[in-house]
């Protein structure tokens, strides 16, 4: 099964740039990367996903390296509203349920 | 407004009996999938269905049963054979379940046994 690793948490001041990365060294040529955030007692929700080109978004970046073996979500100027944990996962354009299972995530806190 | 909707929010059982977590969706969505999460940790698939009289089992079906009689619906029953059953449970849909199709979530039920 295709998994992810990211770090535990991380902290950022507000108003500035956050780097959010996500490991995923087994990665097939299909998998799609995807990240969701998922506030205190919410569901999660979509962020942004790509296959091989950096993509943009109102929300955010994800620079995908070449090799697509990691992965980097960009909140270019964080707020106090973008703590949440944040997960990284792969989605197959074939279908079925491998990678619908979401890990730890990121636990993202913002420093006022 | 299009979503998903859960309910209850909040949903206490004593030991010992099944109950039924509700999910509709009026995204027009075929596929849709429930997730139990446990405090600090990540969300885990329990079942999911990609079109309707159709769902496999995730992850950690174990003591769970679900159904998808109608496109918009599919609840999730917790039985009394789930041995911890205590949990944050999400339900979610998508388009379908392929690579680019993103999947929306509802505000979860919270499930507390006694």
């Known amino acids: 099964d295709a998994k992810t690793t990211q770090p535990n948490s991380m902290e950022s001041n507000e108003e500035e740039p956050v780097h959010l990365p996500c490991n995923h060294s087994?990665?097939?040529?299909?998998?799609?990367i995807h990240w969701y955030r998922q506030l205190p007692s919410q569901g999660p929700e979509y962020v942004i996903h790509?296959?091989?080109s950096n993509v943009n978004n109102r929300m955010a970046s994800l620079a995908i390296a070449e090799d697509r073996k990691s992965s980097t979500l960009i909140l270019h100027r964080a707020t106090l509203r973008d703590a949440a944990v944040y997960y990284c996962?792969?989605?197959?354009?074939?279908?079925?349920?491998?990678?619908?299972?979401f890990g730890k995530g990121t636990h993202l806190i913002i420093q006022p | 407004d299009g979503g998903i909707t859960q309910s209850p929010k909040y949903l206490f059982r004593k030991e010992g009996q099944n109950v039924t977590l509700s999910c509709e969706q009026n995204?027009?969505?075929?596929?849709m999938y429930w997730y139990r999460q446990d405090p600090g940790q990540g969300l885990r698939l329990i079942y999911y269905?990609?079109?309707?009289?159709?769902?496999q089992k995730g992850d950690i079906a174990e003591g769970y049963s679900v159904s998808r009689e109608k496109k918009e619906s599919f609840p999730l029953t917790v039985t009394s054979a789930q041995k911890n059953p205590t949990a944050f449970y999400l339900c979610?849909?998508?388009?379908?379940?392929?690579?680019?199709?993103?999947?929306?979530f509802g505000p979860g039920t919270r499930l507390t046994v006694l």
């Open positions: 790509g296959l091989t």
């Open positions: 995204l027009n969505h075929d596929a």
């Open positions: 087994t990665i097939s040529g299909t998998d799609y």
């Open positions: 269905s990609q079109i309707v009289n159709d769902f």
């Open positions: 979610a849909s998508s388009i379908d379940l392929g690579g680019t199709d993103t999947q929306y």
């Open positions: 996962i792969l989605v197959n354009s074939g279908g079925g349920a491998d990678g619908l299972t």
